[in-house]
């Protein structure tokens, strides 16, 4: 694994960039339609078959994969790994249809975020992808907050006249008068944001696992 990956990307701006997955035409005609309509701002990447979406995981980076929930299952779910190897921070959502209720279970047991009804309910294409999108900078943050909080800890453990100098992200974290109960507050402050971060980021969570299994038992009823 190559130096990089998998590891926690900067705080993203304009445009989202988002993977979309999938060999039927109709989808890869209507989302884009949808989405750029619905989310300003959104970059869409656009592959039509398994590989050509595992190559793309490996040489871009993205806030949402979207993927026929086919192309997840393939190959004892390759690329599912494949995902949680180079991009485990983005949500990874399935599209189903009736038929393939049981492929979408066996998927949601493997860790999607969410799982998307074709042909679409109403309002669920952008509730999913504006959730997912949420749940990506928050866990995006959280690695960063995480880091912060290892490398303050860590120097804060040094001798003082063995202590090396801040980098200059950690230098602009700090007040100019450093003191050790400066340090103390400022790892105080972030853990308690770790915290109330981490709850907001489960609930998300838990707020699309709730809708996949909707959605789950939907294709159930529509067999």
Known sequence: ?????????SASSLPVPVLIADSNPSVLDRLPL??????????????????????????????VVVCRVQFAEA???????????????VPFIVIAEAQDRALAKCALEQGV?????????KGQLEESLREAMWLYQMRVTIAHRRQTLDTLRSWEAIPAGQKPPFDRMYERLLLPKQTLRVYQRTIQRIETNLKDLTDMADE???RARTRAIEHLDFLGRGR
């Open 34 to 63: 949808l989405l750029k309509s619905a989310i300003p701002g959104i970059a869409l990447s656009l592959c039509s078959s398994h590989s050509y979406a595992m190559h793309s995981l490996t040489i871009a980076r993205y806030q």
């Open 75 to 89: 190959e004892n779910f390759l690329l599912l790994k494949q995902h949680r190897a180079f991009q485990s921070f």
């Open 113 to 121: 975020e969410d799982i998307i009804v074709w042909p679409l309910l």
């Open 204 to 206: 998300c969570e838990k």
């Open 1 to 9: 694994m190559s130096d990089g990956v998998n590891k926690p990307p």
